[in-house]
């Protein structure tokens, strides 16, 4: 079974730091696309981040300059480095990735649980 842990959330003021971590751990052949996605109360999941296993990446319009996304394709592990926080980076951050599975050999996508992002003085 296939299944994405994060960590590395938390409580920051504005203009501070963080970083998130998010390891794909279980029958794997091999992890394709990954990303970070966010969700604010009352507002849709947004895609945050994305980056290929070709190490390519895509950034929100919101995000660009302040947030970088990196992975580590030998530990099936993606990161989320965020600088200059802004209050509406507030919000559960969630791992996504593409995966295929030893077993199946399909790719499907997989999200992680969740990890709150607070920013707040």
């Known amino acids: 079974q296939v299944q994405l842990v994060e960590s590395g959330g938390g409580l920051v003021q504005p203009g501070g730091s963080l970083r998130l971590s998010c390891v794909a751990s279980g029958s794997i052949f091999v992890v394709n696309n990954m990303g970070w996605y966010r969700q604010a109360p009352g507002k849709q999941r947004e895609l945050v981040a994305l980056?290929?296993?070709?190490?390519?990446?895509t950034y929100a319009n919101s995000v660009t300059g302040r947030f970088t996304i990196s992975r580590d394709n030998a530990r099936n592990t993606v990161y989320l480095q965020m600088n200059s926080f802004k209050p509406e980076d507030t919000a559960v951050y969630y791992c996504?990735?593409?995966?295929?599975?030893?077993?199946?050999?399909?790719?499907?996508?997989?999200w992680g649980q969740g990890t709150q992002v607070t920013v707040s003085s």
């Open positions: 996504n990735a593409r995966i295929t599975p030893l077993t199946t050999r399909s790719e499907n996508q997989y």
């Open positions: 980056i290929t296993r070709g190490l390519s990446t």
